[in-house]
């Protein structure tokens, strides 16, 4: 599908989705439990896939109050206000089929080790693009744990055939090519009969990804602990030299139910639309905004610094931007590796140079991100350097005209290409938005709520 964005001014106020990271997390974890409830989940094809998993382990989901069972994942609608979670325990059912992990790296990571822990075989796929990401480290280490976990091809892709159970034990990975490679064995390893401890063997890149897992364990009485080169305890992920779970644990949230908090990557395209283009005098609100533990959050801070005029009532979750001439910034995109298709949209609009920084493994994404947007922004009129872990536009250099460009069939890049979009001459064409769904669904209405002008195909 193919949307036409053009020049527009922005107000009102506009709800964040719940958060991706959050849900996925949250369904698995109740997936590992006897049952529980996830409040306000984000329904989204990435997070059906996660439910579609959990049903395949021998749980079951289902709108709360609904009927149980039904058609699990595909019956929940989607503005579904809870999921009733049917929890398979410690020991997922060998499943009766491939699992689809479709568009969603989170799932397969966070399902393959669960699948570890199955007394069988499960095979796991997803689309093109998954089928393109890199899996091996997460292969590797459950190998090194007397897993069977391989590429069907040998390439540490998908599709993959995972042989369990998974019975513990200490391992070595690398923490900068995913961070989700951790949180999948610390939700595994929690219910594995020995635990888990995990050693890195680089630094570790989207550190907050693990905090999101931690702060999440923790409400569902699991405990995971990041710790020093010594072994000592840490507060957090932030410069962890491994990370230690002890097995033999039961996941069980308290009161029954974990209520999933707004996006703040989802947030992100909200913020700079309304940094781009507010109307006069008028503010662009955003709700479901509470702090968390996503790093996203920073971008808050970087909008800020670009020259907007932000107030963010913490307390009420409640968030609101006017426009602003908005100036280049550097910014390291280590802990935040999503912001960087947001944060180089803005760029291609403010003065100066936008350099983003330490991006290397955002090329790891739906799509190569730091290419895309170096590409597309260009078709907009923007000028931009490319280089292996950073990416510089040239704000300076750059005045936007509509044109057709292609969203890569990658959610952010959709988002972020029309928040440009909105700064453009004209009307621009952003091919693919339908992709749009694997994280934000009502995106495009959203936005026309706020007073967007966009047509689509
Ligand atoms: O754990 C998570 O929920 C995520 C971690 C990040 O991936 P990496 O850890 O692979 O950088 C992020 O890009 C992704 O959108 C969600
Ligand atoms: C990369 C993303 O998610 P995932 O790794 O789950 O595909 C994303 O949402 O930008």
Avoid at 110 to 122: E, K, M, P, Y
Avoid at 274 to 293: F, K, L, Q, T, Y
Avoid at 353 to 374: F, G, L, P
Avoid at 388 to 397: E, K, N, Q, S
């Amino acid at each position: 599908m193919d949307v036409h964005v053009t020049r527009s001014e922005l107000r009102g106020t506009a709800r964040a989705p719940p958060s991706k990271s959050y849900t996925h997390r949250a369904l698995l974890a109740a997936g590992y439990s006897d049952g529980a409830t996830v409040e306000s989940p984000l329904i989204s094809a990435d997070t059906r896939a996660t439910a579609r998993a959990v049903t395949a382990f021998g749980g079951s989901v289902a709108p709360a109050g609904s009927e149980r069972g039904g058609d699990g994942a595909a019956a929940i609608p989607g503005d579904a206000d809870a999921i009733a979670v049917e929890g398979f325990g410690g020991r997922p059912a060998v499943p009766d089929d491939v699992i689809d992990c479709a568009n969603s790296g989170t799932t397969m990571r966070l399902v393959t080790a669960a699948a570890a822990l199955a007394d069988g075989t499960t095979v796991l796929t997803g689309d093109s693009s998954l089928r393109s990401r890199p899996q091996g480290p997460l292969l590797d280490a459950l190998g090194d744990l007397g897993v069977r976990a391989e590429s069907t091809r040998g390439n540490g892709q998908a599709p993959l055939v995972v042989s369990g159970p998974l019975e513990g034990g200490a391992v070595a990975i690398p923490g900068d090519v995913s961070s989700q490679y951790v949180t999948a064995l610390l939700m595994a390893g929690a219910v594995t009969d020995e635990g888990v401890e995990v050693e890195l063997t680089t630094d570790l890149k989207s550190a907050p990804y693990v905090d999101i897992t931690l702060e999440l364990l923790a409400d569902f009485g699991v405990e995971a602990t990041p710790v020093d080169a010594a072994g000592d305890p840490l507060d957090g992920a932030a410069g962890a030299a491994g990370f230690s779970v002890p097995g033999g644990q039961t996941y069980e949230p308290a009161g029954g139910s974990y209520a999933v908090p707004g996006d703040f990557s989802s947030i992100s395209y909200l913020l700079g639309a309304g940094a781009v283009a507010a109307a006069p005098g008028e503010a662009v609100r955003i709700e479901g905004a509470r702090p968390s533990a996503q790093g996203d959050a920073a971008i808050v801070e970087i909008v800020e610094e670009m020259g907007a005029d932000i107030e963010w009532d913490r307390e009420a979750g409640e968030i609101a931007v006017e426009r602003a001439d908005l100036s280049g910034v550097t910014v390291d995109v280590g802990d935040t590796p999503d912001l960087l298709p947001t944060i180089a949209a803005l760029g291609a609009v403010a003065d100066g140079d936008t350099r983003i920084e330490n991006c290397e493994h955002v090329r790891y994404k739906e799509t190569d991100r730091v290419a895309a947007m170096a590409e597309e922004l260009e078709t907009l009129g923007a000028e931009t350097t490319e280089e292996p872990d950073v990416l510089t536009i040239h704000g300076d250099a750059s005045d936007l005209t509509g044109a057709t460009v292609d969203g890569r069939h990658d959610h952010r890049i959709v988002m972020a290409l029309s928040v440009a979009a909105l700064a453009a001459e004209g009307t621009t064409t952003v091919r693919g938005a339908e992709h749009v769904d694997v994280s934000f669904p009502g995106f495009f209405e959203t936005m026309a709520d706020l007073g967007m002008t966009v047509d689509r195909d």
